[in-house]
């Protein structure tokens, strides 16, 4: 952490340094006019380097290349500084496209190395620190431009620059390598294999479609601003020092922005919210100086997207690399930083040439409000993104970055779940066994052999049915376990035994006979059964059985019985309706329950008192289908059943599988998997189930995990 802030910190002061060094030193030497044409060809010389970046990241890392490149640059702005008293020109045009070339490379691979070193979760709060220690270092770069371009002159500021890249080496040197695993080396690595990737994946698309359009909207705002700049301010000195007090003052606000909001901002409102803020300023800034152009408009619209674009929009762009792995991240970041970047450079313009191609005298005004149309379309990408983030967080726990082998699995939930999908199809062919013996069963019955025609006189003797019904009764009613099974197994079922039936449920020896008696005739008695399942005179024992004799009716009116069980008074019972209804929503994805009902009922949990919230540790006795008594025995794990049931419910109206992933990954000592599961949960939590959640859930994460030390 203290090498990344200084490395931000030195970074961007460089940056902002060589920003003004090579505006006041192209503009002291070319036309304003100029400048569009020089941008294109350092758009293009930059996705060139692109090319070779994305193969170095990809096959040798961050940790290794950025330090290189460092050096690299600082050779180059020494060569500079000693051409240029004979060479001013050319001189120029080579810093405005190294600079082009190296800077966004070198801060794109700098966040690389950062981004790598964090989980998802622990980034957004050490993201929003180092992003807050860069802007510190914009505010000094901003300072030493203007001072030492007055006080000596603007070749000395090359040695400086010189100077700050070689710091720069060895602190991004220092930050180390990354922790997460990686699965394999692929076989082709590069710009190649990061354009496959990106025409493979949806979600980098978004991402690279983002920097183009906030590109051009830069490249408008930034040659409105320069614009007014040279046509007001006298060349040289005085320039290169208008810009360094230009972006010390950006730097100031962006850190005044970045350390008071930035942090509290993100974990606030997460990172779509925090994406919006500079599109959404610009496009106001923007509308209201395209009805007043002026000198003030245009610098202060500029500065304010510069600002915001620094602190807010990049602490959270970044934030959207984190949930994928290394080998996917490393050969496309390069791209959709840099080379969409520089497209957007390209784009802007050429858009740019086109105006002045047609209106040579182009008012600011006419530049400020194409700058508000692609703001508008910066956001409404931005909308997209977002849901597209938490998508890749989901699809990271479930097969990315996070792979779960079964000894790895350590609550019953996810257990549980892995379990029950493995045995959902045997459950169907034991249904199925069970309904063709209780047929047979049935058919061999005496009451059933040859029956009487339909047109048949009544008989004057007694019914044998009715004989049968009062055999049964006194049978279920005799208390005798023996009587009471041999009754059960006879085949003989009548809807009027179900009142006998239900409260044997409770008895350990029975419950199984008689779940499979009441699931037969389960469908044309859901009404007794769900007035049953919420009676407190039946007993909790019977009552907590009862969700798995429902779950088997894939009917409105058993998910409404249930549902109520959901509510019930006792915790027993909500727990056993809320594992029947994800089963019955594992086997039907198209079940579609009241999400207001449900979160409803998570509230309702996670606001116990904490002693009752810890008292419902594994020893509970909870009836669980025999088939899955297995995966359910877990002992001695530091997540107890009311996580578990507070995952399960949530599991009803969020992605069932990415929830018990991430439940895992919280308590994994793979900080790495812990952070990601958490960033996940954060976004896709409610905010009133999550602040009273969050604490609990970080206090197990927390016991889970062993201690470590530092490393």
């Known amino acids: 952490m203290a090498w990344a802030l200084g490395a931000a910190f030195l970074i961007i002061a460089h940056q902002v340094a060589g920003k003004a060094t090579r505006d006041a030193l192209f503009l002291s030497q070319f036309d304003v006019t100029d400048l569009p044409k020089v941008v294109m060809v350092a758009a293009v010389l930059s996705m060139l ?8 990241l990809a096959q040798f890392g961050p940790s290794v290349v950025m330090p290189l490149a460092f050096m690299a640059s600082a050779v180059l702005f020494a060569l500079e500084w000693l051409a240029l008293p004979r060479y001013p ?3 120029a045009v080579a810093l405005y496209l190294q600079m082009a070339m190296f800077g966004a490379v070198l801060i794109s691979g700098f966040w690389s190395v950062v981004n790598e070193r964090f989980d998802p979760y622990t980034a957004k709060s050490t ?3 180092v992003g807050a220690a860069a802007t510190l270092g914009g505010v000094l770069g901003g300072l030493v431009a203007g001072e030492i371009a007055t006080a000596i002159d603007l070749r000395a500021m090359l040695i400086v620059l010189a100077l700050l890249h070689l710091a720069c080496a060895a602190a991004v040197r220092a930050i180390g390598e990354t922790r997460r695993p990686l699965a394999s080396q692929p076989t082709q690595v590069g710009f190649g294999s990061g354009l496959r990737l990106l025409a493979s994946q949806r979600y980098l698309q978004w991402m690279a479609l983002l920097m183009v359009l906030v590109a051009m909207l830069a490249a408008l705002l930034d040659y409105a601003f320069k614009s007014q700049a040279s046509s007001e301010i006298p060349r040289g000195e005085h320039l290169v020092a208008f810009f360094g007090q230009f972006y010390a003052t950006v730097g100031v606000l962006t850190f005044v922005v970045q350390s008071l909001l930035g942090p509290r901002f993100l974990r606030r409102f997460g990172i779509g919210a925090t994406l919006s803020i500079m599109p959404a300023v610009t496009l106001i800034c923007g509308a209201i100086g395209a009805l007043s152009p002026g000198s003030a408009g245009a610098i202060w619209i500029r500065a304010a997207q510069m600002a915001l674009a620094n602190s807010f929009f990049r602490s959270a762009f970044e934030l959207l690399y984190t949930p994928l792995p290394p080998l996917t991240k490393r050969p496309t970041k390069a ?6 970047d520089r497209l957007g450079d390209v784009l802007g ?5 086109g105006v002045l191609a047609f209106a040579p005298s182009m008012s600011v005004r006419m530049v400020v409000a194409l700058a508000v149309v692609l703001a508008a379309g910066v956001l409404l990408v931005v909308y997209r993104l977002h849901g597209g983030y938490i998508e890749q967080l989901a699809a990271s726990l479930r097969a990315g970055s996070i792979s779960l082998e079964a000894e790895e699995v350590v609550d019953a939930t996810t257990r549980l779940t892995l379990a029950e999908v493995s045995v ?6 034991l249904m199925a066994r069970i309904r063709h013996m209780k047929q047979t069963r049935t058919n061999t019955h005496p009451a059933t052999q040859n029956p009487p025609p339909r047109d048949a006189s009544p008989p004057l003797v007694a019914d044998p049915a009715a004989d049968a019904l009062a055999a049964a009764t006194i049978e279920l009613l005799s208390g005798d376990l023996a009587r009471v099974r041999r009754c059960l197994h006879d085949g003989f079922m009548d809807l009027r035994l179900v009142p006998y039936l239900v409260p044997l449920l409770a008895q350990d020896g029975l419950a199984e006979d008689v779940r499979m008696e009441l699931r037969w005739v389960a469908p044309q008695i859901i009404g007794t059964l769900g007035d049953a399942l919420t009676n407190p005179d039946v007993a909790l024992a019977a009552r907590q059985r009862l969700p798995s004799v429902l779950e088997v009716v894939h009917n409105p009116h058993a998910v409404a019985a249930l549902m109520n069980g959901v509510e019930d008074d006792e915790f027993n019972v909500r727990y056993g309706a809320a594992r029947a209804l994800a ?3 594992g086997r039907d994805p198209y079940m579609r329950l009241d999400s207001a009902r449900v979160y409803a009922a998570v509230a309702r949990e996670v606001s116990v008192e904490p002693a009752i919230w810890m008292a419902r540790d594994r020893r509970l006795a909870l009836d669980l289908p025999e088939e899955l008594t297995a995966a359910a025995d877990v002992a001695d794990q530091p997540l107890n059943y009311s996580m578990e049931h507070v995952f399960t419910l949530l599991g009803l109206v969020l992605d069932r599988d990415a ?5 895992h990954a919280v308590a994994s000592s793979d900080r790495n998997l812990s952070g990601t599961a958490l960033e996940y949960l954060e976004n896709v939590l409610p905010d009133e189930v999550r602040r009273e959640l969050w604490p609990r859930l970080a206090e197990a994460a927390q016991r889970s995990r062993p201690i470590q030390g530092k490393g």
Not at 335 to 340: E, F, K, L, N, Y
């Open 89 to 91: 020109h050319a001189v």
């Open 583 to 585: 089963r019955m929503r």
């Open 127 to 129: 993201i929003a620190r």
């Open 424 to 429: 959902s199809s045997e459950r169907e062919l």
């Open 49 to 56: 380097t692109v090319i070779g970046m994305a193969r170095l």
């Open 349 to 353: 313009s050429g858009l740019l040439l």
């Open 659 to 663: 929830l018990s992933l991430a439940l």
């Open 335 to 340: 791209i959709i930083d840099v080379a969409s």
